[in-house]
């Protein structure tokens, strides 16, 4: 069984850019989200994708927007770069035929915003 | 607004040491509660979930409990190794919004 991957493991990007962060989930889970965690912080939610469709988005401009494709992988993709966007950014899957809801991480993809 | 508390945010035990963890919610309407560790700048590992039906959860020297009424959990870690040496974040789903609600984690350092 394939655990959820994450890719780049690292980036730095500029203020202004945009960038896309990639996220795989597990094999037979249907549901994905997203979370951005600080330094010191906890993870706070950002967005849920469920069949293809946004279910649920937390405290987040609409710059933070995100796709899941058939397979069930997902993007996260954020414009007009801030420096306060620098963060590890984590990717759960889930599915929604359990109903535990247990969500498993990925190892996350560290954005530097300089 | 589900708020999630734990205190305090960092403990240092020698090892061999049992300890408690512990995690308190605001709003008790959750689904299911689950505890994480994390090594510094990886993702989270999923140590344990307690359905909301739940009272406690077992695995190896890990037990998690959790009083759904009193808004309450807590980590207990038998016989502590330098290996256990991470931060532990508690978390709880309550459906709305499709999220999971953290608290900001307790940063635990065994000392051999």
């Known amino acids: 069984e394939t655990g959820v991957t994450q890719s780049p493991t690292h980036l730095i990007k500029t203020r202004g850019q945009q960038v896309t962060l990639r996220c795989s989930s597990q094999s037979g889970h249907n549901t994905v989200s997203w979370y951005q965690q600080a330094l010191g912080q906890g993870p706070q939610f950002i967005f849920q994708?469920?069949?293809?469709?946004?279910?649920g988005r937390g405290n987040f401009p609409p710059r933070f927007s995100g796709l899941q494709f058939p397979n069930y992988s997902s993007e996260l993709n954020v414009n007009a770069l801030e420096l306060d966007d620098s963060a590890l950014y984590l990717c759960a899957s889930s599915s929604r035929g359990l109903s535990s809801y247990e969500q498993y991480f990925g190892p996350g993809t560290r954005l530097t915003v300089t | 607004k589900q708020e999630v508390t734990q205190i305090p945010a960092a403990l240092s035990v020698p090892e061999g040491e049992n300890l408690v963890l512990n995690c308190s919610f605001t709003?008790?309407?959750?689904?299911?509660l689950q505890w994480f560790r994390q090594d510094p700048g990886k993702g989270l590992t999923s140590l344990l979930l307690?359905?909301?039906?739940?009272r406690e959860q077992t695995s190896g020297r890990l037990n998690a409990s959790l009083d759904k009424s009193s808004g309450r959990s807590t980590l207990y870690i038998a016989a502590s190794q330098p290996g256990d040496s991470a931060t532990y974040l508690c978390?709880?789903?309550?459906?709305?919004?499709?999220?999971?609600?953290f608290g900001k984690g307790i940063t635990l350092s065994v000392r051999p």
């Open positions: 978390a709880v789903y309550t459906g709305a919004n499709s999220k999971l609600t």
């Open positions: 307690i359905q909301s039906s739940q």
């Open positions: 709003d008790s309407a959750i689904y299911n």
């Open positions: 994708y469920y069949r293809e469709e946004e279910n």
